[in-house]
């Protein structure tokens, strides 16, 4: 069974930066396909960035430029770099992993709080 436990959240002036991490355990972390997620308050959850085990990336068009996703497989830690945050990025963010066999599992999830 995949755990991953998010670190990182909190809050910060908008503006500002933080860095998101997630470590995995249970599983061969090199072989996932690693994403961050958020879900604000009344509105759907959605996918802000990902990396694939070969290293594609992608990234939802409102955080390009200001976010970055990178991954050591060393450190089984998959990272979400934040900056020039804005109020619209305050939300849960949740780091999700997805194997070879289409399966997905979740962190609990991480608060960040951007203030203006």
């Known amino acids: 069974q995949v755990q991953l436990v998010e670190s990182g959240g909190g809050l910060v002036q908008a503006g500002g930066s933080l860095r998101l991490s997630c470590l995995a355990s249970g599983g061969i972390f090199s072989a996932y396909a690693m994403n961050w997620y958020r879900q604000a308050p009344g509105k759907q959850r959605e996918l802000v960035a990902g990396?694939?085990?070969?290293?594609?990336?992608n990234y939802v068009d409102s955080v390009k430029g200001r976010f970055t996703i990178s991954r050591d497989n060393a450190k089984n830690t998959v990272y979400l770099q934040m900056n020039s945050l804005k109020d619209e990025d305050t939300a849960v963010y949740y780091c999700?992993?997805?194997?070879?066999?289409?399966?997905?599992?979740w962190g609990q999830g991480i608060q960040v709080t951007v203030s203006s």
């Open positions: 990396v694939t085990s070969d290293i594609r990336i």
């Open positions: 999700n992993a997805l194997d070879r066999r289409s399966r997905t599992y």
